[in-house]
């Protein structure tokens, strides 16, 4: 299973992702891996590494790669504080693009997903994004808010997800809520788009990540990776199955 760090061109600029691949010649499907605030580290490489480990040509952009250390000082902002939505619709495009236009990607078979702000990520794009086949959310928070130069949140841009949609929400967390959750679920009703979401009990928000020892929870996360795993099965290596083909939230 091999991994490594490429550069894709993106406007006027050079993205660091890191890929990992499953072994063999493919094609396979693929899946991009949005980050969370701390950027592409070690938890983030892990889960695309667990995405290709179950087949799955798996690539994380570097979505802080525009904004500087210097920028943050003389800022005051965190480097997630500075992102602006159309310039990661920019990255995500360009990172899609990078995996369709590879020998060894099926390109019909590129689904998404991400973690805290990159679940955020992983709506945004499923909702300006067509070529994207399958995403999950795992607790994004701010789907209902703007980041940047952009006039509208994701949430207003929810007619234009063309896939299912499967979205991971901890109970005691508060961005998203389980009031959001409520919305979300509404919203997507409203725009006929499938979709699942589950709850785990007593999961706060970060559950995934066991570098984070206050809020990772093992039984949320184990819980859930075996239905995001099921969920790409369905949607990017076949036809759908019942199961996912209608709103349900659990």
């Not at 490489?45 to 250390?69: C, E, N, W």
């Not at 991400?114 to 709506?123: A, Y």
Request: some cysteine; glycine content about 8%; overall charge negative.
């Amino acid at each position: 299973m091999p991994s490594f760090w490429e550069k894709v061109s993106v406007n006027d600029t050079e993205m660091d992702v890191y890929a990992s691949v499953p072994n063999g010649s493919g094609p396979f499907p693929a899946v991009v891996v949005a980050q969370h605030a701390s950027g592409v580290d070690k938890f983030i490489q892990d889960m695309a590494d667990k995405l290709s480990a179950a087949g799955y040509a798996a690539v994380a952009p570097d979505l802080f790669h525009r904004i500087t250390d210097k920028m943050v000082e003389s800022t005051g902002k965190t480097k997630r504080d500075q992102l602006s939505d159309p310039l990661i619709i920019d990255d995500i495009n360009a990172t899609v693009e990078f995996l369709a236009g590879h020998s060894a990607i099926d390109s019909d078979r590129i689904g998404i997903t991400g973690f805290c702000m990159g679940g955020r990520v992983t709506w945004l794009a499923a909702a300006t994004i067509p070529t994207i086949k399958a995403a999950v959310p795992y607790y994004g928070g701010n789907i209902m808010v703007p980041w940047g130069d952009a006039t509208e949140p994701p949430l207003t841009l929810t007619s234009g997800i063309k896939c299912p949609v499967l979205f991971h929400f901890g109970e005691i967390d508060e961005n998203p809520s389980q009031a959001d959750m409520l919305v979300l679920d509404r919203v997507l009703s409203a725009n006929s788009v499938p979709h699942r979401f589950y709850t785990y009990p007593g999961a706060n928000h970060a559950f995934m990540n066991p570098a984070n020892p206050p809020r990772y929870q093992r039984v949320a996360a184990e819980m859930s990776w075996p239905r995001t795993l099921d969920f790409f099965g369905t949607h990017l290596n076949g036809p759908p199955t019942p199961g996912y083909d209608g709103p349900a939230c659990e």
